[in-house]
Protein backbone atom coordinates (compact mmCIF):
# COMPACT_ATOMS: atom_id res chain seq x y z
CA UNK A 1 0.00 0.00 0.00
CA UNK A 2 0.86 3.80 0.26
CA UNK A 3 4.08 3.25 2.99
CA UNK A 4 4.63 6.86 3.01
CA UNK A 5 3.82 10.18 5.02
CA UNK A 6 0.92 12.17 3.59
CA UNK A 7 3.32 14.80 3.00
CA UNK A 8 4.55 12.47 0.02
CA UNK A 9 1.30 12.73 -1.73
CA UNK A 10 1.17 16.52 -1.59
CA UNK A 11 4.84 16.85 -2.95
CA UNK A 12 4.01 14.42 -5.91
CA UNK A 13 1.23 16.57 -7.12
CA UNK A 14 3.23 18.17 -9.54
CA UNK A 15 3.69 15.20 -11.53
CA UNK A 16 0.01 14.12 -11.90
CA UNK A 17 0.22 15.02 -15.27
CA UNK A 18 -1.29 12.93 -18.16
CA UNK A 19 0.68 9.57 -18.76
CA UNK A 20 3.19 9.66 -19.97
CA UNK A 21 3.92 12.63 -19.42
CA UNK A 22 3.84 12.38 -15.91
CA UNK A 23 5.77 9.61 -15.35
CA UNK A 24 8.64 10.27 -17.42
CA UNK A 25 9.22 13.81 -15.67
CA UNK A 26 9.27 12.39 -12.53
CA UNK A 27 11.96 9.54 -13.72
CA UNK A 28 14.10 12.01 -15.24
CA UNK A 29 13.97 14.51 -12.08
CA UNK A 30 15.24 11.45 -10.02
CA UNK A 31 18.08 10.77 -12.26
CA UNK A 32 19.02 14.34 -12.88
CA UNK A 33 19.08 14.71 -9.15
CA UNK A 34 21.38 11.75 -8.45
CA UNK A 35 23.78 13.04 -11.32
CA UNK A 36 23.90 16.44 -9.28
CA UNK A 37 24.85 14.26 -5.88
CA UNK A 38 27.50 12.45 -7.41
CA UNK A 39 28.80 15.21 -9.26
CA UNK A 40 28.85 17.19 -6.07
CA UNK A 41 30.60 13.93 -3.85
CA UNK A 42 33.06 13.57 -6.57
CA UNK A 43 33.75 17.38 -6.43
CA UNK A 44 34.03 17.37 -2.78
CA UNK A 45 35.89 14.02 -2.60
CA UNK A 46 38.49 14.67 -5.54
CA UNK A 47 38.42 18.26 -6.49
CA UNK A 48 41.36 17.97 -8.43
CA UNK A 49 40.76 14.75 -10.02
CA UNK A 50 36.65 15.65 -9.85
CA UNK A 51 36.24 14.21 -13.53
CA UNK A 52 37.37 10.92 -12.57
CA UNK A 53 35.85 10.29 -9.96
CA UNK A 54 32.52 11.42 -11.09
CA UNK A 55 32.92 9.22 -14.23
CA UNK A 56 33.91 5.96 -11.81
CA UNK A 57 31.00 6.92 -8.87
CA UNK A 58 28.59 6.97 -11.88
CA UNK A 59 29.61 3.88 -13.53
CA UNK A 60 29.41 2.15 -9.82
CA UNK A 61 25.98 4.28 -8.85
CA UNK A 62 23.79 4.71 -11.99
CA UNK A 63 23.93 0.61 -12.09
CA UNK A 64 22.06 -0.17 -9.29
CA UNK A 65 19.76 2.67 -9.54
CA UNK A 66 18.71 1.27 -13.41
CA UNK A 67 15.66 -0.51 -11.81
CA UNK A 68 14.13 2.15 -9.44
CA UNK A 69 14.33 4.35 -12.22
CA UNK A 70 12.66 1.84 -14.58
CA UNK A 71 9.90 1.33 -11.87
CA UNK A 72 9.82 5.16 -11.30
CA UNK A 73 10.50 4.51 -7.00
CA UNK A 74 10.79 6.88 -4.46
CA UNK A 75 14.23 5.02 -3.56
CA UNK A 76 16.50 7.45 -6.46
CA UNK A 77 15.41 10.57 -5.04
CA UNK A 78 15.79 9.75 -1.51
CA UNK A 79 19.42 8.23 -2.94
CA UNK A 80 20.20 11.97 -4.38
CA UNK A 81 18.80 13.73 -0.95
CA UNK A 82 20.63 11.82 1.48
CA UNK A 83 23.73 12.00 -0.59
CA UNK A 84 23.49 16.17 -1.00
CA UNK A 85 22.59 16.13 2.83
CA UNK A 86 25.97 15.11 3.69
CA UNK A 87 28.05 16.71 1.62
CA UNK A 88 26.11 19.84 2.95
CA UNK A 89 27.22 18.05 6.73
CA UNK A 90 30.97 18.04 5.50
CA UNK A 91 30.83 21.78 4.82
CA UNK A 92 29.19 22.54 7.60
CA UNK A 93 25.98 23.93 6.03
CA UNK A 94 23.62 22.91 8.59
CA UNK A 95 20.03 24.74 7.03
CA UNK A 96 21.01 23.32 3.77
CA UNK A 97 21.78 19.58 5.24
CA UNK A 98 18.61 20.40 6.97
CA UNK A 99 16.64 21.02 4.52
CA UNK A 100 17.64 18.18 2.20
CA UNK A 101 16.59 15.72 4.85
CA UNK A 102 13.41 16.52 5.84
CA UNK A 103 12.62 16.83 1.90
CA UNK A 104 13.52 12.83 1.83
CA UNK A 105 11.34 12.29 5.00
CA UNK A 106 8.77 13.44 3.51
CA UNK A 107 9.30 11.46 0.58
CA UNK A 108 10.10 8.70 1.96
CA UNK A 109 9.73 7.25 5.65
CA UNK A 110 12.98 5.45 5.58
CA UNK A 111 14.96 8.92 5.54
CA UNK A 112 14.21 8.69 9.38
CA UNK A 113 17.64 6.77 9.99
CA UNK A 114 19.86 9.09 8.66
CA UNK A 115 18.38 12.09 9.62
CA UNK A 116 18.34 10.56 13.15
CA UNK A 117 22.19 9.07 12.80
CA UNK A 118 23.13 12.70 11.22
CA UNK A 119 21.17 14.58 14.39
CA UNK A 120 22.44 11.95 17.06
CA UNK A 121 26.54 12.84 15.88
CA UNK A 122 26.21 16.58 14.38
CA UNK A 123 24.50 19.01 17.15
CA UNK A 124 24.58 22.04 15.48
CA UNK A 125 21.95 20.18 13.02
CA UNK A 126 19.23 20.12 16.09
CA UNK A 127 18.08 23.76 15.67
CA UNK A 128 17.36 23.71 11.77
CA UNK A 129 16.20 20.16 11.64
CA UNK A 130 13.34 21.15 14.47
CA UNK A 131 12.37 24.19 12.08
CA UNK A 132 12.41 21.71 9.03
CA UNK A 133 10.13 18.88 10.98
CA UNK A 134 7.83 21.66 12.44
CA UNK A 135 6.73 23.00 9.00
CA UNK A 136 6.61 19.47 7.46
CA UNK A 137 4.12 18.40 10.10
CA UNK A 138 1.85 22.05 9.45
CA UNK A 139 1.92 21.43 5.99
CA UNK A 140 -0.65 19.34 5.76
CA UNK A 141 -2.77 21.57 7.35
CA UNK A 142 -2.75 24.14 4.32
CA UNK A 143 -4.08 21.32 1.66
CA UNK A 144 -6.74 19.73 3.71
CA UNK A 145 -9.60 19.79 6.49
CA UNK A 146 -7.42 19.08 10.35
CA UNK A 147 -10.13 16.39 10.82
CA UNK A 148 -8.95 14.90 7.57
CA UNK A 149 -5.17 15.51 7.96
CA UNK A 150 -5.51 14.07 11.84
CA UNK A 151 -7.25 11.04 10.45
CA UNK A 152 -4.29 10.68 7.71
CA UNK A 153 -1.91 10.81 10.65
CA UNK A 154 -3.25 8.18 12.69
CA UNK A 155 -3.47 5.79 9.50
CA UNK A 156 -0.27 6.60 8.48
CA UNK A 157 1.19 5.55 12.10
CA UNK A 158 -0.78 2.26 12.34
CA UNK A 159 0.25 1.51 8.57
CA UNK A 160 4.02 1.86 9.24
CA UNK A 161 3.88 -0.01 12.37
CA UNK A 162 2.92 -2.54 10.58
CA UNK A 163 5.06 -2.20 7.63
CA UNK A 164 7.55 -2.43 10.09
CA UNK A 165 7.18 -6.29 11.03
CA UNK A 166 5.98 -8.14 7.60
CA UNK A 167 6.53 -11.82 9.07
CA UNK A 168 8.81 -14.63 8.02
CA UNK A 169 6.73 -15.12 5.21
CA UNK A 170 7.32 -12.06 3.88
CA UNK A 171 11.47 -12.07 4.08
CA UNK A 172 13.09 -8.68 2.47
CA UNK A 173 16.48 -8.39 1.06
CA UNK A 174 18.11 -7.45 3.98
CA UNK A 175 20.58 -9.84 6.19
CA UNK A 176 17.52 -11.63 7.50
CA UNK A 177 16.25 -12.24 3.77
CA UNK A 178 20.24 -13.61 3.70
CA UNK A 179 20.22 -16.10 6.21
CA UNK A 180 16.89 -17.37 5.12
CA UNK A 181 17.83 -18.39 1.98
CA UNK A 182 20.82 -20.20 3.14
CA UNK A 183 17.84 -22.06 5.44
CA UNK A 184 18.24 -19.66 8.83
CA UNK A 185 14.46 -18.40 9.53
CA UNK A 186 15.45 -15.84 12.85
CA UNK A 187 12.25 -15.44 14.94
CA UNK A 188 11.10 -11.56 15.45
CA UNK A 189 12.78 -11.41 18.56
CA UNK A 190 16.08 -12.04 17.48
CA UNK A 191 15.36 -9.76 14.45
CA UNK A 192 14.32 -6.93 16.74
CA UNK A 193 16.95 -7.08 18.86
CA UNK A 194 19.84 -7.57 16.35
CA UNK A 195 18.11 -4.78 14.61
CA UNK A 196 18.66 -2.52 17.79
CA UNK A 197 21.91 -3.89 18.23
CA UNK A 198 23.22 -2.90 15.18
CA UNK A 199 21.64 0.37 15.18
CA UNK A 200 24.11 1.00 18.50
CA UNK A 201 26.64 -0.13 16.69
CA UNK A 202 25.82 2.30 14.35
CA UNK A 203 26.01 5.00 16.37
CA UNK A 204 29.13 4.52 18.02
CA UNK A 205 31.11 3.77 14.85
CA UNK A 206 29.51 7.10 13.45
CA UNK A 207 30.75 8.94 16.20
CA UNK A 208 34.14 7.93 16.06
CA UNK A 209 33.80 8.80 12.13
CA UNK A 210 32.43 11.80 12.42
CA UNK A 211 35.43 13.20 13.62
CA UNK A 212 36.98 12.59 10.46
CA UNK A 213 34.50 12.47 7.76
CA UNK A 214 31.32 13.02 7.17
CA UNK A 215 31.09 10.44 4.13
CA UNK A 216 31.76 7.64 6.54
CA UNK A 217 28.66 8.91 8.69
CA UNK A 218 26.46 8.56 5.68
CA UNK A 219 28.14 5.21 4.19
CA UNK A 220 27.07 4.04 8.03
CA UNK A 221 23.29 5.05 7.35
CA UNK A 222 23.25 3.68 4.13
CA UNK A 223 24.51 0.15 5.07
CA UNK A 224 22.31 0.26 7.89
CA UNK A 225 19.19 0.81 5.35
CA UNK A 226 20.79 -1.75 3.04
CA UNK A 227 21.31 -4.71 5.99
CA UNK A 228 18.86 -3.88 9.10
CA UNK A 229 15.53 -2.32 6.89
CA UNK A 230 12.85 -5.66 7.18
CA UNK A 231 11.06 -4.24 3.96
CA UNK A 232 13.98 -3.71 1.89
CA UNK A 233 14.13 -4.86 -1.71
CA UNK A 234 16.56 -5.44 -4.14
CA UNK A 235 16.04 -2.07 -6.06
CA UNK A 236 16.63 -0.34 -2.78
CA UNK A 237 20.24 -1.01 -2.91
CA UNK A 238 20.26 2.13 -5.38
CA UNK A 239 21.35 3.81 -1.25
CA UNK A 240 24.65 2.20 -1.86
CA UNK A 241 25.33 3.47 -5.10
CA UNK A 242 26.97 7.05 -3.97
CA UNK A 243 28.80 4.69 -1.25
CA UNK A 244 30.58 2.60 -3.58
CA UNK A 245 31.55 6.05 -5.74
CA UNK A 246 32.76 7.50 -3.24
CA UNK A 247 34.52 4.49 -1.67
CA UNK A 248 36.23 3.44 -5.02
CA UNK A 249 36.86 6.62 -5.90
CA UNK A 250 38.70 7.60 -2.94
CA UNK A 251 40.73 3.91 -2.59
CA UNK A 252 41.71 4.27 -6.31
CA UNK A 253 42.03 7.79 -6.89
CA UNK A 254 43.35 9.06 -3.85
CA UNK A 255 44.45 6.00 -1.38
CA UNK A 256 46.24 3.64 -4.45
CA UNK A 257 44.19 0.93 -3.27
CA UNK A 258 43.45 -0.63 -6.24
CA UNK A 259 41.95 -4.16 -4.46
CA UNK A 260 39.48 -1.65 -2.51
CA UNK A 261 38.11 -0.55 -5.73
CA UNK A 262 38.28 -3.61 -7.32
CA UNK A 263 35.89 -5.99 -4.80
CA UNK A 264 33.62 -2.30 -4.91
CA UNK A 265 33.48 -2.61 -8.36
CA UNK A 266 32.18 -6.48 -8.23
CA UNK A 267 29.91 -5.11 -5.79
CA UNK A 268 27.96 -2.94 -7.79
CA UNK A 269 28.13 -5.22 -10.28
CA UNK A 270 26.70 -8.04 -8.40
CA UNK A 271 23.75 -5.72 -7.33
CA UNK A 272 22.96 -4.51 -10.77
CA UNK A 273 22.71 -8.04 -12.66
CA UNK A 274 21.26 -9.70 -9.54
CA UNK A 275 18.10 -10.95 -11.13
CA UNK A 276 20.48 -12.47 -14.11
CA UNK A 277 23.29 -13.78 -11.76
CA UNK A 278 20.66 -16.14 -10.05
CA UNK A 279 18.22 -16.87 -12.85
CA UNK A 280 15.22 -15.14 -10.85
CA UNK A 281 14.14 -13.23 -7.38
CA UNK A 282 16.47 -13.56 -5.00
CA UNK A 283 17.00 -12.25 -1.01
CA UNK A 284 20.79 -12.53 -0.74
CA UNK A 285 22.52 -11.42 -3.32
CA UNK A 286 22.18 -7.91 -2.89
CA UNK A 287 22.57 -8.08 1.22
CA UNK A 288 25.22 -10.17 0.61
CA UNK A 289 27.14 -7.52 -1.56
CA UNK A 290 25.76 -5.14 1.04
CA UNK A 291 27.79 -6.73 3.82
CA UNK A 292 30.94 -6.33 1.47
CA UNK A 293 30.29 -3.06 1.20
CA UNK A 294 29.44 -2.18 4.87
CA UNK A 295 32.62 -4.22 6.00
CA UNK A 296 35.17 -1.94 3.58
CA UNK A 297 32.99 1.10 5.39
CA UNK A 298 33.78 -0.63 9.09
CA UNK A 299 37.61 -0.99 8.43
CA UNK A 300 37.62 2.35 6.94
CA UNK A 301 36.02 4.00 10.09
CA UNK A 302 37.81 1.95 12.47
CA UNK A 303 41.37 2.51 10.10
CA UNK A 304 41.10 6.36 10.36
CA UNK A 305 42.78 6.52 7.01
CA UNK A 306 40.36 8.88 5.32
CA UNK A 307 42.69 11.51 3.31
CA UNK A 308 40.23 13.77 2.64
CA UNK A 309 38.12 15.90 6.13
CA UNK A 310 34.56 16.40 6.24
Known amino acids: GFLYFPQAAILYAPFTLPTPLGDILWRWVSLGALAVSVWRLAERVAPEKRAAAFSLATCLALGPALASARNGQMNLLLTALVTLAFIEIADRRWRRAACWLCLGAALKPLMIVPMALAAAVYRPLWRPLLGGVAVLFLLPFFTQHPSYVWQQYGECLHKLFLAGNPGAENPGSDLFGLLSSWGYVAPLTVQTLTRVAAAGATLLLAMMAA ?100
Do not use: K
Request: hydrophobic share 55%; charged share 10%; aromatic share 12%.
Open 211 to 310: RRTAFLVFALAACYLALFNPRMENNGFVLLGPVMGWLAAESLLLDGRRAVAIVIAIASLAITFNYQITGGHNFWLCPLMGAVVWLCVVARSLAGTVNHQG
